[in-house]
């Protein structure tokens, strides 16, 4: 029989529905991959008893002829930047160590209602600000996967949601929650050869997670197929009077809806993003990709998104203006760590608590946010940015009139090595250069292993759709997943 | 307009006054702003706040309609335009008693534009004219917490009750030339913001507060740089800190020196304003829109009720005093000045019954009324009498059944007793006679009595008439109505 | 003024000053070295930003809403509070219901 951890989300349900084993023994199969897996560092804080309570709460509801909770018998990752009460909740920040929330977000409480259990805290860059996963205050997170005949270097995960990306990789959790401000789940999925969605801006309550940057943050789940990121995704989404952004729609059942009849549709294949330096094995994997979905039955047509190479300028404009504000409010008074040096007055001990607690990806992106909303900067920076994006996101209206979905790559690379960009935090934006346009425009998005790149590297592909149209784009990400027939997988070596 | 013609007398000349106001107001509402925790006044400190408020982390605003709509209710009476899409923004600053480290606040669009404020120019003087301040908008933002200073030696406290309290700053044109014309200024808007319901004005529990921007210069000539004298919470201080401010302006300007656009404090022990230094760097704002909130979009249905829910505003309330009822201009203004005054007025008026006219119940209420809250040191609201029972007694005297005189005696026992107006009367044999009998004997024994004034009367003395009256009331034991026993007199002296 | 005017007013040098100033708004301490370590490296970004100004926005309204909703308002309920001890859970320095924090003299 294969080991319970091979297990998808929709295995581990079916599964234990089926009566061939119980929640207990998942959760403790888990919870033994997770202890056993330390060097990946992917987990901040473990709770094996979090995730074997819900597993004996499901056992007990089976033995008492209940009907079983959409997610009974899977337990799953938590990105810890979602709030989660009496279980230290830190953004991967120094400045929020031993902060324990008395409080759980609304996507984590969803989660538990649906009848999951919590294997960890899963680690990730520190406030969502990086792109491998290197910026956390407690450590890198490594990937499960290496070079073929490239040595030994430990490669990054991808990031933000790093942590998330490893543990699924690595089988230490079946799926997990991330969050993606501008390609956060995205990217790190392509990087793991797992699948992420994004959905549409508002369909996830972000009440109880850190907040970024409020306009682009999005909760949602990452999980080995996509079957897998459907089921959690309808357990994730939903109305939430507590954040007025959310949007007051009800949840699609996208389970029962996924096909991967492409017929009918027309893909569009944005000219734009085919940028100057792109690897070939990306270029390779992209015309794959349009191959599988003209199999799939669907339309290839090519579309232009004209205003592409200024997302990523303004998404950097508008992304640290917003956290520059949301991060004010860790300053040692009402909750984290406080550092208050001798004879220290009120305004010394915020610049002090603060210097001390944020690390320097988060403080560059404070401080370029504090400039360009600076007197004398605010429209020249701020409002050019806002208009930018309103011209992206028309960009994408115009696109919509001529096709259904859009496919492009999800990141410009494979994994890279972690320390190789770390040095140059530009080279490090230009990661998200794929991503990031879909996160202006709070359109949904998804990333679905697409095959490996000469080096044994997973690459990802993307699906873009309309506002609200999950669906489609968890159909497209299906008709790929099929055609793709991806099943590498790390070998075990932590 | 009137000209102002205060003016600060310098060794240079005469100096003019501008001041503009920017009024915070305590919008009248149970929950929060952006979150459910409660806002009643004088909580044990930290128990109304909600984790919102505290800005834990992942917290996110939503805002109280309520709030909106009482700002909308303020904004229409003050004939201001409503913006129907306005958006919040972040006033990005570092202060122990604001958990966020932003004020979400309205600065580029406010949910209300350009209104007026009317105010006398001299409140006992009715005829002293009216000048139209300009408000120059209203928006809805976040109070702050409260810092205690004084109950540890090194360390400041921290509570956070007020922290998200829904205020209206209510920012006026630069449209102000003296201490008295901002005293009315901020008198009235109080009148209107009671009236209206949107805030209870109360400002010694800080629900009204001014910032007191004032400029001096020679007439004439452009505005002169202006300082912003923070949170002054009575009419008084208002008053004070422009009267001290615009002097030490003129002195720093005439000994050569200028004036630095700063925020100041007013110290009400002293009577004088003060730098505030602590708030020194922190002029740049950093005011981007809240990323936490979409643009405010209200509806025409939701103007119209807040429309069709005002109640008569103070102006058209005298305007219909005056015209309608009749009464001086004075008392008018003096009735329509709260709005518990005019409530209890209209409620004398409806209880009195139509035999009792306006003017009649006015003057009652402005001098027996008024005396009599005055000594007892009662509110209106806290009088021992209510309209009902005044009603009765105003009716008594319309009707003849108890001269005026002695309607104040029945009124003092009334007081004192809490008893009805009629059942006194009863209970004492108060009820007046207009029998012309009785009278005509009690003149004929009074004119007897007093041969000698008669005589005097009937050469020429006419006001010796007012003797007559006064011992004729006397020996009916002040029971005889006034009217008939004046009627009866003539006609026996001009026999 | 046109936006590209605007841009090119923006586009001027990050030097260690004007770190020094936004770290100080920002409330982090930052020493001379770091200072003059970060200011090239905000330059560089900043001057990769400035491709914005390329872009002609005169007609266009900066973006308000992701997707389009909009703001919902509650009741005027009282539902929250009485949480003191949740709120003071995880405060550094709490004492007699308070948050303490070193003496302001305002
Ligand atoms: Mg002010
Ligand atoms: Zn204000």
């Known amino acids: ?494 | 307009m009137t000209e102002s013609t205060y003016r600060i007398h310098g060794a240079t000349g005469d100096w003019e006054v501008v001041i503009g106001l920017e009024v915070h107001a305590q919008v009248t509402s149970k929950a929060k702003l952006f979150s459910g925790a409660a806002t009643a006044f004088g909580a044990e400190p930290n128990t109304q706040v909600s984790l919102v408020d505290a800005a834990m982390p992942g917290m996110l605003p939503v805002p109280n309609r309520e709030c909106i709509r009482q700002a909308v209710r303020t904004g229409l009476a003050i004939d201001a335009a409503i913006n129907k899409w306005s958006r919040f923004d972040r006033k990005n600053y570092f202060y122990a008693d604001l958990p966020q480290g932003y004020q979400i606040s309205q600065l580029y669009h406010p949910l209300v534009g350009e209104g007026r404020i009317e105010i006398a120019l001299d409140d006992k003087n009715p005829d002293a004219g009216t000048k139209a301040i300009g408000v120059e908008r209203i928006h809805v933002e976040q109070d702050a917490g409260k810092l205690m200073h004084d109950q540890h030696p090194t360390r400041s406290y921290v509570d956070l009750n007020r922290s998200g309290v829904a205020l209206m700053e209510i920012v006026s044109k630069p449209d102000m030339r003296s201490p008295a014309e901002a005293g009315a200024y901020v008198r009235k808007l109080r009148t209107i913001l009671r009236y209206v319901g949107s805030c209870d004005g109360n400002m010694e529990e800080g629900s009204m507060r001014a910032d007191v921007n004032v400029s001096v210069r020679k007439p004439g000539e452009a505005f002169g740089t202006r300082t912003e004298t923070k949170n002054v919470n009575s009419v008084r201080f208002v008053m004070q800190t422009i009267e001290y401010e615009a002097q030490r302006q003129v002195d720093v300007l005439e000994s050569g020196g200028t004036i630095v656009q700063e925020t100041r404090l007013f110290d009400p022990d002293k009577g004088v304003t003060r730098s505030m230094r602590s708030k020194e760097d922190a002029h740049d704002y950093r005011y981007f829109p809240d990323p936490d909130l979409l643009p405010l979009e209200l509806d025409d249905a939701f103007l119209d009720e807040c429309r069709a829910s005002l109640p008569e505003l103070p102006d058209a309330k005298r305007a219909r005093y005056e015209g309608e009822l009749g009464l001086s201009p004075y008392n008018a203004a003096v009735l329509t000045a709260e709005a518990e005054t005019a409530r209890w007025f209209e409620a004398l008026l409806d209880a009195a019954g139509p035999t009792v006219t306006a003017k009649a119940a006015a003057n009652w209420v402005i001098s027996d009324l008024f005396g009599a809250l005055n000594r007892i040191g009662k509110d209106i609201e806290a009088s021992p009498v209510t309209p009902a029972q005044g009603g009765e007694l105003l009716r008594l005297i319309a009707d003849g059944t108890i001269s005026n005189t002695l309607g104040k005696q029945v009124f003092e026992i009334m007081l004192e007793t809490g008893e009805g107006a009629e059942a006194i009367v009863e209970a004492r044999g108060l009820r007046q006679t207009s029998d012309t009998g009785a009278i005509e004997a009690e003149i004929a024994k009074v004119l007897a009595a007093n041969a000698d004034k008669v005589a005097d009367y009937r050469g020429g003395k006419d006001k010796l008439f007012g003797f007559f009256v006064g011992q004729t009331m006397k020996a009916m034991a002040g029971k005889a109505n006034p009217g008939v026993v004046n009627d009866l007199l003539k006609k026996a002296l001009d026999q | 003024m046109g936006p590209d005017a605007d841009a090119s007013r923006a586009c001027m040098s990050v030097d260690t000053a004007t770190v020094k100033r936004i770290a100080g708004l920002a409330r982090i301490a930052i020493t001379d070295d770091e200072a003059a370590r970060i200011a090239p490296e905000l330059d560089n970004i900043m001057g990769w930003i400035e491709q914005l100004g390329e872009v002609d926005t005169a007609a266009v309204a900066p973006m308000t809403a992701v997707i389009p909703n909009t703001l919902r308002l509650r009741d005027d309920v009282v539902t929250d509070g009485g949480v003191r001890e949740a709120v003071l859970a995880n405060a550094p320095q709490a004492e007699h219901g308070f948050f303490a924090v070193p003496k302001v003299i305002e």
């Open chain 1, 1 to 494: 029989m294969t080991e319970l951890t091979d297990l998808t989300v929709a295995g581990l349900r079916d599964g234990f529905r089926a009566g061939d084993f119980t929640a207990r023994e998942a959760a403790e199969a888990f919870n033994a991959a997770v202890a056993g897996a330390k060097t990946l560092n992917a987990f901040i804080v473990e709770t094996p008893d979090h995730a074997l309570a819900a597993a004996d709460a499901a056992d007990a509801a089976r033995e008492a002829g209940e009907a079983p909770k959409p997610l009974a018998g899977v337990p799953i990752g938590m990105k810890d930047l979602f709030a989660t009460k009496g279980v230290q909740t830190t953004a991967a920040s120094h400045i929020l160590e031993g902060f324990t929330p008395t409080y759980e977000s609304t996507v984590s409480q969803k989660l538990w209602d649906a009848g999951a259990g919590m294997l960890g805290k899963l680690n990730l860059d520190q406030f969502a600000m990086g792109s491998s996963n290197e910026t956390s205050a407690f450590g890198n997170v490594i990937s499960p996967w290496r070079r073929k005949d490239g040595g030994n270097a430990a490669l990054t995960p991808g990031g933000s949601s790093g942590g998330s990306a490893s543990a699924i990789a690595a089988r230490l959790c079946p799926a997990a929650t991330g969050t993606d401000t501008g390609g956060s789940i995205r990217q790190p999925a392509a990087f793991v050869g797992i699948s992420g969605i994004k959905p549409t801006y508002g369909r996830c309550s972000r009440w109880g997670t850190v907040a970024f940057a409020s306009s682009l943050d999005q909760a949602g789940p990452m999980a080995r197929d996509v079957r897998d990121c459907a089921i959690m995704l309808e357990a994730m989404s939903g109305f939430d009077a507590k954040d007025a952004t959310s949007l007051d729609l009800p949840v699609p059942a996208w389970e029962a809806g996924l096909s991967p009849d492409m017929k009918g549709k027309r893909i569009g294949i944005p000219k734009e993003y085919r940028v100057d330096g792109m690897p070939a094995e990306i270029e390779a994997l992209w015309s794959r990709g349009i191959e599988w979905m003209r199999d799939a039955g669907a339309e290839i047509v090519e579309v232009s998104l004209p205003h592409t190479k200024y997302a990523l300028p303004a998404y950097y404009i508008v992304a640290p203006a917003e956290a520059s504000s949301n991060l004010a409010r860790y300053d040692g008074v009402r909750f984290g760590q406080r550092e208050l040096p001798e004879g220290a007055n009120l305004q010394d001990m915020y610049a002090a608590t603060r210097a001390a607690g944020f690390g320097d990806e988060v403080k560059r992106r404070i401080l370029i946010g504090t400039y360009v909303l600076s007197a004398g900067f605010y429209d020249a920076y701020y409002t050019q940015a806002q208009k930018v994006r309103a011209l992206i996101a028309q960009d994408f209206e115009k696109a919509w009139e001529v096709c259904d979905l859009l496919l492009t790559p999800t990141a410009p690379s494979a994994a890279f090595a972690l320390g190789e960009k770390q040095a140059d935090p530009l080279a490090m934006y230009l990661n998200d250069v794929f991503t990031v346009p879909a996160s202006l425009a709070g359109l949904p998005a998804m990333s679905v292993p697409g095959g490996l790149d000469g080096d044994g590297l997973p690459l990802g592909l993307q699906v873009i759709g309309r506002p609200l149209d999950e669906q489609g784009v968890l159909n497209a990400g299906l008709a790929i997943e099929q055609r793709a027939g991806f099943t590498a997988r790390a070998d075990k070596w932590w």
